[in-house]
């Protein structure tokens, strides 16, 4: 701000959302969006009881639909349902804050000029479909990076690397307003040869010029991709394996190294 001599500091938030079932039977669901500040320790963010977890709110769903051929328009609407939230959330007030900061008396008692930035967004893969406004297991699955499925034999090398730092996604916005035009005046689907980049990111819309990368900004989901999911048992399964080979304790310990 021109004239202000006050510190600037720089506040991390990190957000993390999953829709979760309310019981083992029936349709009963909640999808919770939480917040953390990423200028707290980790090991005090993530100590159970720390109180350091925010819940913001709570983010709706559309129902289930039966009829045939609609999967294409619901899940448009779902992510245009997502988009609308965030749009409330970042609203001009968050907006303005964005741009010139909130003069807050810290714990120390010292006044600050306190710029809010969004780090980083924690969810599972279907979420972090609807945040990159992608298409679920489509032909360039990745939300950060383009890479089509048929170079997925090639993952951990480092060609698969290089090719994935060089085609890193990037949100043109001349391509979803001329896809909605196709929907919205043209009346051709949301599943259409002509339509590609159909819904609008908001976090690029909103806060992409003040440097906000919707796609870097998606970290890896630690509990649903690697605890809860299906690599955590293949991994295991290739570490059993090299322990079952004649000087298993030596590769193991190759892997360990690479």
């Not at 510190?7 to 953390?36: C, I, Q």
């Not at 048929?150 to 896809?179: E, K, W």
């Not at 322990?243 to 190294?257: E, I, K, Q």
Request: charge should be positive; charged fraction near 20%.
């Amino acid at each position: 701000e021109p004239g202000c001599k006050l510190e600037r500091v720089v506040a991390s938030l990190m957000f993390f959302s999953d829709a979760t079932h309310l019981a083992n039977f029936g349709t009963a669901k909640a999808w919770p969006l939480y917040m953390y500040f990423g200028n707290l320790t980790k090991y005090a963010r993530a100590a159970p009881k720390s109180g350091a977890c925010h819940l913001v709110g709570f983010l709706p769903s559309l129902p289930r639909i039966s009829k045939s051929g609609m999967a294409a328009l619901h899940t448009h609407c779902r992510r245009e349902l997502f988009h609308a939230c965030w749009d409330i959330l970042l609203d001009e007030d968050f907006l303005h804050a964005y741009r010139h900061g909130i003069v807050l008396r810290c714990a120390d008692g010292v006044l600050r000029r306190i710029f809010p930035r969004i780090f980083t967004y924690s969810a599972d893969y279907p979420e972090k479909v609807l945040i990159a406004t992608i298409k679920d297991m489509g032909k360039c699955p990745c939300p950060r990076c383009l890479t089509p499925k048929s170079l997925f034999p090639s993952l951990g090398l480092l060609q698969d690397m290089r090719s994935r730092m060089n085609n890193l996604r990037v949100y043109v916005s001349t391509n979803v307003i001329r896809a909605r035009e196709y929907i919205y005046k043209s009346g051709i689907t949301v599943d259409g040869l002509k339509v590609e980049d159909d819904s609008q990111n908001v976090f690029a819309e909103k806060l992409g010029a003040f440097g906000l990368d919707p796609f870097k900004m998606l970290v890896v989901d630690f509990m649903h991709e690697c605890e809860l999911g299906t690599w955590k048992a293949v991994f295991t399964h290739l570490v059993r394996i090299l322990y079952s080979l004649p000087g298993g304790n030596n590769l193991v310990a190759v892997l360990d190294a690479r």
